[in-house]
């Protein structure tokens, strides 16, 4: 006998839902329209950022018309679980060299901005054609303003969020919407 499939999302862990899939397939239309004007005749470089990137880098690449290609790279962050100490430890590193390519560096969510400007850094250093960076979501802190991000999705108010690719301890990251996370820290 099939066993009953347990109540997904967790009662109590998904709050306000800041921003619908409608809204994140729509304005990730809209990311790719630009990069797709920005890069005619150049091929670039997606770089995702493992886990939290990897659906936002899937749809921002099909919604790119024209030659685009894909790679990865893991880091692990050390902080805690809400927060990053901008320390940034690469697991996976790419595939193949950036040189003499134009890259696109895709971040789930800016916060501190600490390992996007590590990240940017890392890349630069490798003598790539450019370096542009894009990031679904910048947290608005009212500290000090984030790193300019060339491509941005969404500015969110200053609350920690799950879904689309974005977890707690590995889970949510299939909603696939943006919401703010209300369970246990
Ligand atoms: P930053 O270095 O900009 O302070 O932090 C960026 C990283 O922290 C993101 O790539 C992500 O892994 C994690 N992070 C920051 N804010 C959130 C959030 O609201 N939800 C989740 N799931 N991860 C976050």
């Known amino acids: 006998m099939a ?12 709050g306000q839902i800041l921003i619908s899939s409608e809204a994140i397939q729509a304005r990730v239309g809209e990311l790719g329209r ?10 670039p470089l997606l770089v995702g950022i493992l886990k939290g990137s990897a659906l936002f880098t899937a749809d921002l690449m099909r919604s790119i018309r024209g030659p685009v290609e894909i790679d990865f790279m893991a880091v692990s962050s050390y902080g805690d679980a809400t927060r990053s100490s901008g320390v940034v430890r690469i ?14 560096l895709v971040e789930d969510i800016v916060d501190s901005g600490l390992t996007m400007t590590y990240l ?6 490798q003598g790539p054609a450019s370096v542009r960076s894009c ?14 991000v060339d491509y941005v999705g969404f500015e ?16 949510y990251r299939n909603l696939p919407y943006i919401a703010v996370y209300t369970g246990p820290t």
């Not at 630009?34 to 091929?43: K, M, R, S, Y």
């Not at 990031?135 to 300019?148: F, H, S, Y």
């Open 34 to 43: 630009q990069i797709t004007d920005d890069l005619v005749g150049e091929v």
């Open 135 to 148: 990031a679904l979501l910048v947290r608005e802190t009212g500290d000090a303003p984030p790193p300019a």
């Open 120 to 125: 940017l850094e890392h890349l630069s250093g």
């Open 156 to 171: 969110i108010p200053p609350a920690f969020v799950i879904g689309y690719g974005l977890d707690v301890a590995q889970r």
């Open 3 to 14: 066993e009953s499939r347990p109540e997904y999302p967790t009662p109590g862990d998904v």
């Open 91 to 104: 697991v996976k590193d790419l595939d193949a060299p950036v040189a003499g390519r134009h890259v696109i």
